[in-house]
Every structure is written in structure tokens, then in C-alpha cells.
């Protein structure tokens, strides 16, 4: 068995007062603090970054190998190649505040997402009652403009979306607790695609007077749920920057951080029908969001 830091126990007991959650293994002491997302491993220098790398969470912002003995040049360059900050006996000392004091930009304890799940719920002004379909803003006039294309045919068909307001905390630099956003995703319950919405930007109406056409969802609930909780991780999906200085060089490493589940709360589902303006000709279909004006994925079924 190789053995840890001779200093692990001292230095895992002061790293779990400062706030770092301890796991203690075989042959070394792992800590993770959540707030500022600094991650340490406490073991000997027998061992190599790249197998101690592999304990660290993907969302750590900062990770230090802290060694019982100088692990060599070898060592210290492969870790720079990860961008892995080595401490050793002689460097420790001046390092140590660093590990234990929270960073600048931590203000202390991490701010709580709401769990109430009635507070997720969309203003009236968003889901007013038995209101379910989305005004089109885009009128057939509009909609033969913004195509583009000699279409003889022009429908207005309503696709159902799966709709939930949600609450995420995407990260910030250095790993301190971002700013809380409020937004809606929408999921097509045809094709499946799903894409983020301000609240306010649409107004729900009962009917349409323009004849138009209703599509049938393709998809259930929870299959809605699994694809808006992916899609929302993705959009709020931030690039954090982390410079070190090995032996000389400036390392920059830049990481992908994901929200946690921790800092997503994903409210209820509503069925709602947003309209599309499907142009259908010899040369084909362009689809067109109604809304927006945008064009749109011609995936779903003409119906």
C-alpha cells in the first residue's frame, strides 16, 4: 500500500474546518469545498497527478496535489500539462492560507435555491387560466415576407411545448456563487427540441380566430422533464478561466462547469400550443415561428 502524506491527518482536519468535505482513501485524503469549488489531494510523491487528477469533481475550479516530499520534476510538469496547482514541504507553508481562507469573491456561506416548487409556478400574466395557446404575432401577410419562397400553400399549425419555469445559479469565476436567473423552458413535444424563454415575452390567449391546424404531442412529461433539465444545464453552461504559475510559465486552464444539481430547480409542466406558419410548395417546406418570425426545424408533421 503506498502510503499518504505523513501530515494528511493535520492538514485534512484543518482543511475540513475551513469548510472542505474529507474523504480519506486508501493511500490518500481528498477535499472538496463546495463554495469556492477548490478541490485538495493530501498523498505521497510516489504518486502521479494523472492518477490522483481522477478524484477530483469535473467542476473544480482549483485543484492542488499537496505531496509529503519534492515528486520531481516529471510530476510537477504533468501536472502543469493539467493544470493542477503541486505543494510540497517547502511550498506548503506559504500556500496554506490560500487553501484555507475562502476566496474574495466566496462571500461566506452559499446562498440557498428556494425549494418551495408553488413558487416556480409562472405569473398569471404568463399562464393566465385556460388560456393555452400562444398569440402569434406574425400574421399569413408577414409570414409570405419572411419566407421567401413561391408557396402556394401557407397553414398556421399549433405545436404543443411542454413548458416549466425554472431557477438556475450558473457559476462564476473563481467558483463563487453566481447570480440567480429566472427563466421558462420550452420543450417541442414533436421534435423534441427545446429552447429558453423570458418570462413575459408571450401572451397566452383561449382561440385564434385564423383557421389553423393542432398537432398531437409526440413525447410525455417526463420525457419533457429529462430533455429541459439537459438543455437548461447546457444553456447556462459557463467557461471559467484558472491561471497558475509553474516553475516560471503562466498555465491558463479553461473548464466547462455545468450547473450542479444543487443550483437547478425545475417547476411544473405546462401543455401549451405555439403557432407556426408552414409554407409548403414544389420546392419544398420552410417553417416559420409565428412569434418570433424566426425559421424553425420543418421536423414536425404536417398533421
Keep these: 500500500m503506498v502510503r499518504a502524506a505523513p501530515t494528511s491527518s493535520v492538514l485534512g482536519r484543518l482543511l475540513e474546518a475551513a469548510g472542505y468535505r474529507i474523504d480519506h482513501r486508501a493511500d490518500a485524503v481528498v477535499g472538496v469545498r463546495a463554495k469556492d469549488r477548490r478541490a485538495v489531494a493530501i ?3 510516489t504518486r502521479a497527478p494523472a492518477d490522483l487528477d481522477r478524484w477530483f469533481p469535473t467542476d473544480s475550479v482549483h485543484r492542488t496535489i499537496v505531496y509529503d516530499d519534492d515528486p520531481g520534476a516529471s510530476a510537477r510538469e504533468q501536472a502543469a500539462d493539467r493544470g493542477i496547482e503541486v505543494l510540497d514541504p517547502s511550498t506548503l507553508g506559504a500556500a496554506l492560507a490560500e487553501l484555507l481562507l475562502p476566496s474574495p469573491t466566496a462571500p461566506g456561506p452559499e446562498p440557498a435555491l428556494m425549494t418551495d416548487d408553488a413558487a416556480l409556478f409562472p405569473p398569471l400574466a404568463v399562464l393566465p387560466d385556460g388560456a393555452r395557446i400562444v398569440r402569434p404575432r406574425i400574421g399569413r401577410a408577414e409570414a409570405e415576407s419572411l419566407a421567401g419562397v413561391d408557396a402556394p400553400r401557407y397553414t398556421l399549425r399549433l405545436v404543443p411545448f411542454y413548458v416549466a419555469p425554472y431557477r438556475v445559479r450558473p457559476s462564476a469565476p473563481h467558483g463563487a456563487p453566481g447570480v440567480v436567473l429566472h427563466r421558462l423552458v420550452a420543450v417541442n413535444a414533436v421534435s423534441r427540441r427545446a ?13 385564434l380566430a385564423e383557421p389553423h391546424q393542432q398537432l398531437t404531442p409526440q413525447v410525455g412529461e417526463s420525457q419533457a422533464v429529462a430533455i429541459a433539465t439537459d438543455a437548461v444545464r447546457r444553456h447556462h453552461t459557463v467557461d471559467v478561466e484558472h491561471t497558475e504559475q509553474h516553475q516560471g510559465a503562466l498555465v491558463i486552464e479553461t ?48 398533421g
Excluded: N
Excluded at 429552447?195 to 382561440?207: A, K, S, T, Y
Excluded at 401549451?272 to 417546406?285: C, D, M, N, T
Design 43 to 45: 498523498a505521497s510523491a
Design 195 to 207: 429552447e429558453v424563454w423570458d418570462e413575459g415575452d408571450r401572451e397566452l390567449v383561449h382561440d
Design 255 to 302: 473548464r466547462r462547469i455545468l450547473p450542479s444539481a444543487d443550483d437547478l430547480r425545475l417547476g411544473p409542466m405546462s401543455l401549451l400550443y405555439v403557432p407556426f406558419w408552414y409554407a409548403e410548395g414544389s420546392e419544398g417546406r420552410v417553417v416559420l415561428d409565428a412569434v418570433t418570425g424566426r425559421r424553425a426545424t420543418p421536423e414536425a408533421p404536417a
